[in-house]
Each structure stands twice: as C-alpha cells, then as structure tokens.
C-alpha cells in the first residue's frame, strides 16, 4: 500500500466554484502533515500546514482526520490562479528525515 | 523569507562524468535534503543531512553520494551519470528534530544526461 495516495486528477473547476480533494495516508503514527502547491516546472512551496483541530488560511481550509487517516484541501471562490498541482505531504514517522509526498492532485481553475 | 539556492537551474552532461549539484540556505537550518522528481513517480528522497558531516540515505540513494561539510551547503554528486539519472533535483532544507516543520525547496535543477 502506498504511503500517502492522492487523486492525480485533473479536476477542472470553473472559476468562483469550490473545490476539495482528499490525501489519505497509511502510517497511523504520522506526525505531521502538510499542503503543497507545484505550478509547471517550478519547485514546490509551502501552502499550508495541516493541524489537528483543522485551520485555515483565507479561502483555503485544511482538516485532518485521523481516524480515517486523510487530510483535506478545501478552496472557497477560486481563482485562475489557483490552478496548480497540490501535493500532500506526511512525516510518517514524526523523524528528521524526509517528508513523503503524494504524487500531486492537478487542478484546473477554467474562465 | 527562506532561501534555498540551487547552483544551476538546467545542466546537461555526458555519461559516465562526475556531476555535482550544490545548495545553499541561509536560514541556519540543521536539516537539508535532495530529492528527485520524475513524471508520474512524485518526488523521491535520495539522501538527506541532519547536520554538518552527516548524512542519512533515502529511498534511492543508489549511484548518488552527498556531503555536508559546512551547514548552510549540501552537495549531491553523481558518481558517473547515467541516462537514468535525468531527473529535476530538488534540494530543500527544513529544521526541528522531530520533523515537524516543513521543508522549503529551491528552484530545482534540471538535469539532462546524454
């Protein structure tokens, strides 16, 4: 079973609709958990962190589950420029070492 | 803001040469990594450094070393290229021991092999 699973996608999504997608991880004892945002050919950046009791950040949420092991991306009115792959991201055994990504969820805001 | 520079953005080399790969950050991070990332596989772990002269492997360290020899800098150094290893090299540097901050990646190199 894969580590951490995502939905490749691409979800195409009109402009000002909102949208969510899953990331469920299989290592019951993981620690830490994050969203990540790759546009085309460029690195990925930090969109958010992913806490326990849920947070947000403007029109983006983030809940985690841990009894069901997912976590979860919630975009409220996006924009064109939210189109992007977004990559879930554990720290499956709370250690030093290196983070597991998903294999990214593209998203495809369209006019 | 963190930094994390990346020596080149695109490199080409040929076979069989020795390639090194450098990354800077200037955040005072004790943790830095370099990962690999190809279409459809996500991006990979080849080595990764908790601090100055250490290093750990990760999933794919085969035909790679690293070295770590002042904190703010982590070299990945293919030892004979190989066709295979054309990939996008991404460094990142993160701190907390526990691993529950986040890693902040440079731009990546894109590495081609010929």
């Known amino acids: 079973r894969k580590e951490v699973e995502q939905d490749p996608g691409p979800f195409n999504v009109p402009e000002g609709a909102t949208v969510a997608f899953n990331c469920t991880y299989s290592n019951s004892a993981s620690q830490s958990f994050f969203w990540y945002r790759q546009d085309c050919r460029k690195e990925p950046k930090l969109l958010m962190s992913?806490?326990?009791s849920g947070n947000e950040d403007g029109r983006f949420t983030a809940q985690l589950n841990r009894a069901s092991q997912y976590i979860s991306l919630l975009i409220r009115d996006s924009k064109l420029s939210d189109s992007a792959t977004y990559l879930c991201?554990?720290?499956?055994?709370?250690?030093?070492?290196?983070?597991?990504f998903g294999k990214g969820t593209h998203l495809i805001i369209q006019p | 803001d963190v930094k994390v520079t990346q020596s080149s953005r695109y490199l080409v080399k040929r076979t069989g040469e020795k390639v090194f790969l450098e990354c800077v950050q200037d955040m005072d991070h004790e943790n830095m990594f370099w990962y690999r990332q190809d279409p459809g596989l996500g991006l990979r772990l080849i080595y990764f450094s908790y601090d100055v002269k250490m290093k750990e492997k990760g999933d794919i360290p085969e035909g790679y070393s690293v070295s770590r020899e002042k904190k703010e800098r982590f070299s990945l150094i293919l030892e004979s290229a190989s066709t295979n290893q054309t990939s996008m090299y991404l460094c990142a540097s993160g701190t907390g021991s526990m691993g529950n901050q986040p890693q902040h990646f440079g731009d990546g190199t894109r590495l081609s092999i010929l």
């Open positions: 991201v554990v720290n499956p055994g709370g250690g030093a070492d290196g983070l597991t």
């Open positions: 992913v806490y326990s």
